[in-house]
């Protein structure tokens, strides 16, 4: 770290079979030493290596060694890796079977317990994916728990076009074929590499690396962000709020059944409320995010997402809304009649929107001053950066 506690050294690591991850290492690397920050940029070359043609059948067994959560060994890694100290690190890999690739998984497990990092270091994940980025993340945060870090801000590129031509085209990549009837098809194959609005979120990310804010420059895939109208409501389809509400319905009962079984099959979940909080950090944030096209990981985005929330049953405005600090007060809720304040606080809503700080941003905190279901007039939601 310098002396204004910026980030100065970075280690960053990719594993990459197609190229895609390979390419955005030497994006971000350029971008971070032209910004004055020293790199290590290390390749990981598994022992034995997978190498290009990936027949079909072979992909299939690949999907299936990655699924499992199995490691790769790797070959050895330049010393400066274990002698320098770090003060970011960033991992840059595929998913495989809806895990990280078995050498990232290596990594993470097994090396990068050994490496120094300064006692600030902020840890970034960089995933490369066809579409399923979500389960590869959450091991991904498993893994690095283990050494007592978080994942301080996330990228989850996932391939461009729609399906079924995306899969063909990936497919054939890998097997290092023309995917079937390319000249018939033409234009309507995706393009294999990064968009043009990718290399913008790996520029993004590098920026909020190098100012020391990397919560806020991260997202998941392309898209608008969504209007919001009047500081108050989003437009939701009933259809999307069917899906929102059946996810609750087939999540919640799960997670409740985890909790009671936590004697018989361990969880991170410890006490009642930790189901509300493991929900929305785990299930609900990210969706949610992704779906309204945010791209900030600040206190705007928490209330944007609290706002689309709470649009499908409690009435609220936004009094503030700066990307440090947002309040909404809230002056209807269905719940409040029937509910106790210290349910709402210690089961629900608490609860609820701490996991959505924990998804959004470590530095982001929830306050809730007063309660509808206390007595007051209005329940007043507040997100704060603490720094
Ligand atoms: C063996 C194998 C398994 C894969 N499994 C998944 C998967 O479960 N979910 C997904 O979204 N993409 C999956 N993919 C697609 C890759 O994650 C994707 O193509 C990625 O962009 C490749 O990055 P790379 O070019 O850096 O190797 C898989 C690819 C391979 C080779």
Redesign the pocket.
């Known amino acids: 770290m310098d002396e204004k506690g910026i980030a100065v050294k970075a280690l960053v690591v990719y594993?990459?079979?197609?190229?895609?991850?390979?390419e955005i290492a030497g994006i971000l690397e350029g971008e971070l030493r032209e910004s004055g920050m020293e790199v290590t940029a290390v390749a990981l070359e598994p022992d034995p290596p997978f190498a290009l043609p990936?027949k079909f059948l072979k992909?299939l067994m690949?999907?299936a060694?990655?699924?499992m959560g199995m490691g790769r060994k790797l070959k050895s890694l330049p010393p400066e890796v274990y002698e320098d100290e770090y003060d970011t690190v960033v991992l840059i890999?595929?998913?495989?079977?809806?895990?990280p690739?078995p050498p990232m998984t290596y990594f993470a497990r097994e090396i990068l317990p050994g490496i120094r990092l300064s006692a600030t270091a902020k840890t970034v994940v960089v995933i490369?994916?066809?579409?399923?980025?979500r389960r590869h993340l959450k091991l991904l945060r498993e893994y690095l728990a283990r050494s007592g870090l978080k994942v301080s801000g996330y990228l989850a590129?996932?391939?461009q076009g729609r399906e079924p031509l995306r899969f063909l085209a990936?497919t054939a990549r890998?097997a290092q074929k023309e995917p079937p009837l390319r000249r018939q098809l033409g234009r309507l194959y995706p393009p294999f590499g990064l968009s043009e609005e990718q290399v913008g979120c790996i520029h993004a990310l590098a920026s909020g690396m190098t100012e020391g804010n990397i919560g806020r420059s991260v997202r998941a895939s392309g898209g608008k962000e969504r209007r919001l109208y009047d500081n108050q409501a989003y437009l939701i389809s009933t259809q999307e709020k069917m899906t929102l509400l059946a996810r609750r319905l087939a999540t919640i009962p799960y997670l409740i059944l985890r909790y009671w079984l936590r004697g018989l099959i361990p969880t991170d979940m410890k006490e009642p409320g930790d189901i509300m909080r493991k929900y929305i950090r785990d299930y609900e944030a990210e969706i949610i995010l992704e779906r309204l096209g945010v791209v900030e990981r600040d206190a705007a985005a928490a209330m944007k997402a609290l706002t689309y929330m709470h649009n499908l049953t409690t009435k609220g405005e936004i009094t503030e809304m700066t990307s440090h600090r947002c309040v909404r007060r809230e002056s209807h809720c269905p719940a409040a009649g029937f509910l106790t304040q210290g349910f709402c606080r210690d089961i629900l809503s608490g609860p609820a929107f701490r996991g959505l700080c924990e998804a959004i941003n470590p530095d982001l905190e929830h306050i809730h001053t007063t309660y509808l279901s206390g007595g007051d007039d209005v329940c007043e939601l507040i997100f704060e950066m603490r720094r």
Do not use: K, M
């Open positions: 594993y990459s079979l197609t190229g895609r991850g390979e990936v992909t690949l999907t060694y990655g699924g890999g595929p998913s495989w079977g809806f895990h690739a490369t994916c066809r579409r399923y980025w590129l996932e391939h990936i890998l």
